[in-house]
């Protein structure tokens, strides 16, 4: 199993990106009821869960991103994204994607840059 994200780059405060993460077809199987989420790690912190979306397309998000980031996911392209709006220098981290429980090896994620 391979988990790529993209994407990321660098943006100026309150401005967009959309990231994607692509799964490999080797788990076409397990991909469509996964429960997935992007998660976000910054140097000398934990890596914490940002939003989720259960295999049918209901999104969970952290209050930190709510109103300002959208979850959503293309099960047939075995892939999700991650829309980001109004970006703050504090969403400043390595974005990666996993299921809910981080099943799956950890890929290199995308880095994403605010600042002005």
């Known amino acids: 199993v391979q988990l790529q994200a993209s994407g990321g780059g660098l943006v100026q405060p309150g401005g967009s990106l959309r990231l994607s993460c692509a799964a490999s077809?080797?788990?076409?199987?397990?991909?469509?009821?996964?429960?997935m989420a992007w998660y976000r790690q910054t140097p000398g912190k934990q890596r914490e869960e940002v939003a989720s979306i259960t295999g049918s397309g209901v999104p969970y998000y952290v209050d930190f991103v709510k109103g300002r980031f959208t979850i959503s996911r293309n099960n047939a392209r075995k892939t999700i994204y991650l829309q980001m709006n109004n970006l703050k220098p504090e969403d400043t981290a390595v974005y990666y994607c996993n299921t809910i429980t981080g099943q799956w090896p950890w890929g290199k994620g995308t880095l994403v840059t605010v600042s002005s």
């Open positions: 077809r080797s788990i076409t199987s397990t991909f469509n009821p996964a429960v």
